[in-house]
């Protein structure tokens, strides 16, 4: 690919004008137009328990309370307007519902393949289409284990009964890009939720190489982790055709003019070559990990939407900096770079990591619930060249969706955000939000598998309902 080599010219030239830009953007404009197409994601972390669970579930009372802690969790994302959660679904090793493949996590009831009484993936799924977020299912790739861990998996881990497939790195152990194995044994975890949950999509963490493994067979490693992304990206589609399918690649993809990676970039450091799986039609998305500020950002930022080929691309921001025991970032390192974002008219951004958004570090949620979010969004759809390309018509049809929509005039101008309530999954509920809704004019559409609207249809509540259900047939 010489994609970079074709940018750099162009980006070169807008680079400073970028920067300046960026740093001198009125914020109000930005905040004050809220889109009504915008990815508001934020990356959920079930490793460790970061982000969740907090208690393990030992028994039905401890269960009711890991289950609670999402949804006061989920309660909290959906008032701050983040509309997608990439819920991490394989950790290292193991997964968080019941698998025929990998145990499930021992951080939900103690011990690697126990599980808590219920299935996390299907609660977490089930809470987030309730309160109108889509829910993918982040999966750790090439990472398997730390050598510690494999010792706790016993026999039932690969070290035991597939040592072949794995290599070891300093204290982890890696599935191998080079082994077709690999990509198979990565393809029966994707299919299997693909198959068995009502997932929105399928997002891929570490789907690269390792950082410092010099190599002088560079693009062999990069035709090898390609190769896993085609087969991935095949196996889901061929299961569920409208399935996003997105990644989260290092945030800078190449050197750009003026600006070099120094040293750390997707392409020659980790052998990853998102750009060139947006060209060739294997990533619907992509969210790269922008953990950076200044020059580190914007210029980089720039060269991924540049050459997305009209994919999605929501860069990922960095706001555990933000907190005072990591490099305790100003808040408006975070608020420049989501004003640039949306006044560039990117696909949105993805926050990482979810607990750090909660605590409200610097302010960042207040700011976001009251000064950007502050009227919903739903997730771009995708392209018609995707439609087409990834159509099964063997693949069963996503729940049915549809969108609110209310205003005090009539007819409801539903290409308006400010007058967009929420998105419901399966029906529309005359709920306690709609009810504040009374007296004013209704509108609803629906969406199809791939996230494109009917036509608004009006809609008049029945008179003195408490609670009123509907679907449009």
């Avoid at 990533?283 to 500020?293: L, N, T």
Wanted: glycine residues 4%; hydrophobic residues 35%; neutral net charge.
């Amino acid at each position: 690919m010489e994609n970079h080599s074709q940018s750099n010219t162009f980006v070169g030239m807008r680079l400073l004008f970028i920067i300046l830009f960026a740093l001198a953007y009125s914020s109000d404009a930005t905040v004050r137009a809220n889109p009504k197409h915008e990815i508001r994601a934020v990356w959920y972390t079930t490793l460790m328990g970061l982000d969740w669970p907090r208690t393990q579930a030992t028994d039905q009372a401890t269960m009711e309370i890991q289950k609670q802690e999402l949804c006061r969790d989920l309660d909290r994302l959906q008032k701050d307007g983040i509309n997608l959660i990439y819920l991490q679904t394989r950790t290292r090793g193991a997964v968080i519902y019941p698998s025929a493949i990998e145990p499930i996590d021992a951080i939900f009831a103690g011990k690697y393949g126990k599980s808590p009484g219920y299935d996390p993936l299907a609660f977490a799924i089930e809470q987030c289409h309730r309160r109108g977020i889509e829910c993918h299912a982040w999966i750790v790739t090439i990472p398997y284990v730390k050598t510690e861990t494999a010792r706790k998996l016993g026999k039932h881990s690969l070290v035991h009964t597939n040592p072949g497939l794995l290599f070891r790195q300093n204290d982890m152990y890696y599935l191998d890009p080079a082994s077709e194995e690999t990509e198979q044994y990565l393809s029966r975890i994707c299919q299997e939720i693909a198959h068995n949950y009502d997932v929105d999509g399928i997002h891929f963490d570490y789907i690269r190489y390792p950082e410092n493994t010099p190599s002088n067979r560079q693009q062999w490693r990069r035709d090898n982790i390609t190769r896993i992304v085609r087969k991935l990206y095949n196996t889901i589609k061929a299961e569920k055709a409208w399935l996003r399918i997105s990644c989260s690649p290092v945030g800078k993809y190449y050197d750009v003019s003026r600006y070099p990676s120094r040293g750390w970039n997707a392409y020659d450091t980790v052998f990853q070559d998102a750009v060139s799986w947006m060209h060739q039609g294997i990533m619907d998305m992509i969210s790269p990990m922008m953990y950076f500020k200044g020059d580190h950002f914007y210029p980089f930022c720039a060269d991924w939407q540049e050459q997305c080929n009209s994919k999605l691309v929501a860069p990922g921001l960095g706001i555990y900096f933000l907190h005072p025991n990591e490099r305790n970032w100003d808040l408006t390192d975070v608020t420049r770079e989501l004003c640039y974002i949306r006044s560039q008219g990117m696909s949105g951004a993805a926050f990482f990591r979810a607990r750090f958004l909660l605590d409200d570090v610097k302010g960042l949620e207040t700011w976001i619930r009251n000064f950007y979010y502050t009227t919903p969004a739903i997730i771009p759809p995708l392209t018609t060249e995707q439609q087409a390309v990834n159509s099964n018509p063997n693949a069963p049809s996503r729940a049915k969706r549809y969108v609110l929509y209310a205003s005090t005039d009539y007819p409801v101008d539903t290409t308006n955000p400010h007058n967009l309530v929420r998105v419901y999954w399966g029906q529309v509920q005359w709920d306690e939000l709609t009810r504040r809704l009374w007296g004013m004019h209704l509108a609803v559409t629906e969406l199809d598998d791939y996230g494109n609207e009917s036509e608004p249809r009006d809609l008049t509540p029945a008179p003195r309902r408490t609670q009123y259900k509907f679907t449009i047939r």
